[in-house]
């Protein structure tokens, strides 16, 4: 049997930049390198797709992603808006 272990979905913004609108991996496979491979994979199709960047937005109660994107070379773009009354914070990265 075949099983989903992650995911991920991007598209793209403009002409030069791609967003990441999402990813998961199931508890069980955290610390695997699924989310290393999901990330990799995306930002490949957004470099085939001729980005120079990409960009994602993520909550405070996700600071394991938080973490895990900035050892991926994400930075904080100094943008944070409203998500249901917790701050969505914007990040980047050059490809």
């Known amino acids: 049997m075949r099983r989903v272990i992650g995911t991920v ?3 793209q913004a ?4 791609g967003h990441i609108r999402g990813m998961a991996v199931r508890p069980e496979w955290r610390g695997a390198g699924v989310a290393q491979q999901l990330l990799e994979r995306v930002e ?4 085939e ?13 996700l600071r ?3 973490r895990f994107y900035e050892r991926s070379g994400y ?3 100094g ?4 998500f249901f009354d917790m ?5 980047v990265k050059k490809l």
Do not use: H
């Open 9 to 11: 979905g991007c598209s």
């Open 64 to 66: 394991r992603a938080m």
């Open 75 to 77: 930075r904080r773009s």
């Open 44 to 47: 490949f199709e957004l470099r």
């Open 79 to 82: 943008k944070v808006a409203d």
């Open 49 to 61: 797709r001729k980005c120079s960047g990409v960009s994602l937005d993520t909550t405070e109660p």
């Open 87 to 91: 701050a969505l914070i914007g990040y």
């Open 14 to 17: 403009d002409q030069e930049e």
